[in-house]
């Protein structure tokens, strides 16, 4: 046994020296881990504080009237955040509608509804802001489409380029108009184009006016 004894003793002293020379290292490792864990748990902590220091000076700007500032504001947020906060949806959506950028308050409303839902500390505010976003689109877009005909209607000439043809807007170029009809697709000649889907500039203009009679 004591012969064993004396064997074993080298090949002990071998594991304790390769132990101290790898656990110094080991712990320095570690270290070296926790230390960059801790730094990233800092920075996300001062970017978290920054984006609430930014969030709110962006509402008091918004509270205040100032929705210019205030957008500025909630933009540099969408640009140093990496998880949006769920209550910027409704600031941000909330400001767009004070901006008159009505269709960008209308997503960003529906995107605070979707995250929140009805538990949402802002919901029926935000349903109230929703409904009157959706009005005024409505409004702006109808508002476009009469401003649009009654350019149109005036008597500008629309310039059709060097070929002085422009494609038929009301056959698409295709010389025909297909109808859908109950025993298949109906085919008709295209009452205004040339049997190649064509205007001439002239015809364009007359029919962008209204005032291009059909040739049969």
């Known amino acids: ?15 304790i020296f390769i132990a101290s020379i790898l656990l110094p290292s ?13 730094a ?40 140093t955040a990496r998880v949006i906060p769920t209550d910027l949806t409704f600031f941000f959506g909330k400001n767009s509608f004070h901006l ?17 839902g009805t538990t949402g500390q802002y919901y029926q505010e935000c349903v109230n802001l929703l409904d009157q976003s959706n009005k005024a689109f409505l409004i702006v877009k109808e508002q476009e489409r009469k401003e649009a005909k009654q350019i149109l209607a005036s008597n500008y000439q629309i310039d059709c380029g060097p070929s002085g043809k422009v494609v038929c807007p009301v056959c698409s170029g295709n010389g025909v108009i297909i109808q859908r009809g109950a025993f298949g697709d109906i085919y008709k000649t295209c ?24 040739k049969f």
């Open 191 to 214: 009452p205004y184009s040339d049997e190649h889907g064509y205007l001439t500039c002239d015809e364009y203009n007359l029919l962008m006016r209204g005032e291009l009679k059909p």
């Open 100 to 116: 008159g950028k009505y269709e960008q308050s209308i997503d960003w409303l529906n995107k605070y509804i979707e995250l929140k």
């Open 1 to 15: 046994m004591a012969q064993a004894e004396q064997r074993r003793l080298p090949i002990i002293r071998h594991y």
């Open 40 to 79: 990233e748990l800092q920075a996300e902590q001062m970017r978290k504080v920054k984006i609430t220091k930014l969030m709110d000076e962006g509402i008091d700007f918004m509270e205040n009237e100032q929705y210019e500032e205030a957008n500025d504001k909630f933009k540099e947020v969408l640009a």
């Open 26 to 38: 080991l712990c320095f490792s570690q270290t070296q881990e926790e230390k960059i864990r801790d």
